[in-house]
């Protein structure tokens, strides 16, 4: 089992001409394997910049990311393996996917770089991907990123971030750019390989619905700090905190969402419909 601590992570930007700007305020939280935690907030509210911290795309100003106990390291084969365990699936599907490649260039380069699998078995792992995750390998592999829907493309990022076999996922609003019609495929893909695979999930959303539909735990961030926490239907059902109770009343009544999405709020849908949209 991974467990991946952010520990009283604090994050201060520099804006020219109005000082510092606070995006992070002690933020601490423990990510386990086999795990959904789910971080709800408005934009602005930091839930990015915790997933770039997260990713090293961004550098806290003060506190500590340790993976397994150990602090994340800034360079070197350790700091390739924690990249390795830790992946990421960003927002944009169109834009994290490089259009000169091909379907089968992208969930390669990984098993590559991180040497997954032997060279001679590298075909057959990225269509053995591409299948988990729901599309047909011979259809898309040598297609660009363009020629694929926006679902396709996310399905193709997700299978990416697979390829170097992590033990942790951050999903960052991974179906916000997604058509209302494919959002639950996609969710529902996510939540099956993460029972699969035993994947620890940080699901980043402003949607309270999907967030307690998908999660065990829930975290509300506000203004950079925390300000709730707990198992997720607790959270929803019984906010303590005047925010959340703001979150809850704003958001869409969860049997209409789901309606909409095509699965009632209860039951997630096992359906594949829109795999291949």
Known sequence: MSV???RNVTKRYHVRGSGEF???????????SGQTIALVG???????????ILTQLETPTSGQILLDGVPIPRSGRALRRYRQAVRMVFQDPFASLNPAHTIRYHVERPLRLDKVVPRDEV???????LERVRLDADAVID???HELSG???QRVAIARALASRPALLIADE???MLDVSIRLGVLNLLADLQRESNLGVLYITHDLATARHFSDELMVLHHGVVVERGPADDVIL????????????????????FAALGAPASTPSTSTEGARS
Do not use: C, M, W
Not at 42 to 52: C, L
């Open 143 to 145: 297609r660009r990123p």
């Open 238 to 257: 019984d906010p303590q905190h005047e925010y959340t109770r703001t979150l809850r009343d704003a958001s869409p009544d969860p049997d209409k969402h």
């Open 123 to 129: 075909e057959t792992e990225v269509r053995r991907l």
């Open 174 to 176: 991974p179906v916000s």
């Open 4 to 6: 991946l601590e952010f």
């Open 42 to 52: 408005q934009s602005g509210s930091g839930k990015s910049t915790i997933a770039k």
């Open 151 to 153: 679902g396709q493309r």
């Open 22 to 32: 606070l995006a992070l305020n002690d933020v601490s939280f423990t990510l386990r």
